[in-house]
Structure formats: C-alpha cells, structure tokens
C-alpha cells in the first residue's frame, strides 16, 4: 500500500516540475508565430523559445531540431550543444538568421542555438 501511494506521488511532483519550467521560462520566451511574422525585428538579437521537439537531426554533437510552440514551428541550429530527440519539451535561448544551409537542407529562418538548452 505504502509503494502505491510514493508511485502516485511521482506523477504530480513530476507535472509539477514539467509546469516550473515552462512558467519560469514563459514569461520570457518569444512565441515563434512573432519570429516567423517578422524575422527582422529579431535578428541577431537574443531570443528564447519554448515548445516541443518535433523534428530532429544530427552527428557528432551538432545538428537541427524543429521546436513547436503551439502558435508556429522554428528550426534550431545546435553546434556542440547536442540534439534532443523528437517529441522533448526544451527551451532555447539562441540568435535569429535568415538563410542557413545545415546537411544540404535550406532553411529561411533559423535560431542559432548560443546556450544549451534545457529539456523539462
């Protein structure tokens, strides 16, 4: 009964810090729709996003991933801070660029990843 009931504390203490995460970081993230509507009130400025991984691809400690924020997706250029796998909740801090070839695929708007990101 005792190792039902610290089993069913796991879920809620585990939601609990899923829900800290994106309100300690929602507050300051940038909804993608605002990047993608106009991409150059955002260039090389910092800017922090926060979504679900919906696309990944990557070697060697470098690669893209696709972030989905509910109101529109953004490629992420990462350069030794790793891909997560598809389907991970991050937050991205990193700067806008238009026009970035990764692994012979085009992208018009990218964010280049410029601190690890974190995975709730």
Known sequence: MLDYKIRCLGTPINLLALALLIFATGCSAT???AINNDP???MAKDVT????????F??????AFEVDDGTGRLWVWSSGFGVPS????????????AGVAVAGRFFANVLRETQPHKTA
Not at 58 to 63: I, K, L
Not at 86 to 97: C, D, K, N, Y
């Open 40 to 42: 150059a009130k955002y």
């Open 58 to 63: 990557g070697v060697a400690n470098q690669g």
């Open 49 to 56: 996003i926060a979504g679900q991984v919906t696309n990944s």
């Open 86 to 97: 598809q389907g991970a909740h991050v937050v991205v801090t990193g700067r806008v660029q």
């Open 31 to 33: 909804k993608i729709s």
